[in-house]
């Protein structure tokens, strides 16, 4: 199996597209460029570092350091749910409410594809479930961090009809029944779109890099099709917990609305 090796300098002729980027954010007074470089800068440092640890971590092979690096994964994506909300949650919960939920559904959903499709052996080589693990947290994240930005904007936004519903009796479950709706569709849009345009309209980045690396393309199809299903997983599973507990938190035991267990919206 052979495949084309990249040097330093065609990375530098790739990213000159981003500085082109930002060159139009300039001209166009976008206000972007600085974002642009910025991103680009952060992107390449941590996939470098990320590159070097995962070198060592394959040559370990240890679960200790493999629960410890993935253990970290879902303590940055919590914090870039947070990161995302308008109105986020006061306290810990902040943080929590959206670095639980990831856990909980990318953690199953990996240990679920290492156990039952892809049977590595130990199941926990990190050179399996950490790339496994990357890819559907990144995605469970959007679908959290959507939902949760759905649903604290939606009940401020329609504060008067949520107190109308619970006034006429109405438990918070009922009251919040059309808000929650409306959050999981908003969070769920992004991996149907996605799963619907790929094949036809885009080629995955995984399957591109198994096909550039040598790969046979029917293979790398199968892996493509796994992993697809199991991002669909891990963001409904995520999205769904992550819109329930919003609802519960932003009412209480006495069937009231509690916003302000909200900041105020960034400006």
Not at 28 to 57: C, D, E, N, P
Not at 158 to 182: D, H, N, Y
């Amino acid at each position: 199996m052979s495949f084309i090796t990249l040097d330093y300098i065609d990375l530098v002729l790739a990213g000159s597209l981003v500085l082109l980027n930002a060159g139009l954010s300039i001209v166009l007074q976008l206000g972007l460029a600085k974002r642009f470089l910025i991103a680009a800068a952060r992107m390449t440092v941590q996939l470098m570092l990320v590159g070097l640890a995962l070198k060592m971590l394959f040559a370990l092979a240890s679960p200790f350091w493999t629960a410890l690096v993935a253990l970290a994964m879902v303590l940055f994506a919590g914090y870039e749910i947070m990161a995302r909300q308008d109105r986020r949650f006061k306290g810990w919960w902040g943080y929590g409410l959206g670095a639980s939920t990831v856990f909980t559904a990318a953690l199953l959903v990996s240990v679920f594809a290492l156990t039952t499709q892809v049977r590595p052996d130990p199941w926990y080589d990190p050179r399996y479930a950490i790339p496994i693990l990357g890819m559907i947290l990144g995605n469970t994240m959007t679908g959290v961090g959507l939902g949760l930005h759905t649903i604290t904007t939606t009940a401020h936004r329609e504060r008067a009809a949520i107190e109308a519903q619970l006034a006429l009796g109405a438990t918070r479950s009922e009251a919040f029944r059309v808000v929650s709706r409306f959050s999981l569709r908003t969070a769920m849009i992004p991996i149907i779109n996605s799963m619907t345009a790929t094949g036809l309209i885009a080629l995955p980045g995984m399957m591109t890099g198994q096909i550039l690396s040598g790969v046979d393309p029917a293979e790398a199809v199968k892996y493509q099709l796994l992993i697809s299903f199991l991002i669909a997983g891990g963001a409904g599973v995520g999205a769904l917990v992550a819109v329930i507990g919003g609802a519960r938190l932003l009412s209480d035991g006495r069937h009231r609305l509690r916003l302000d267990r909200l900041h105020p919206p960034r400006d």
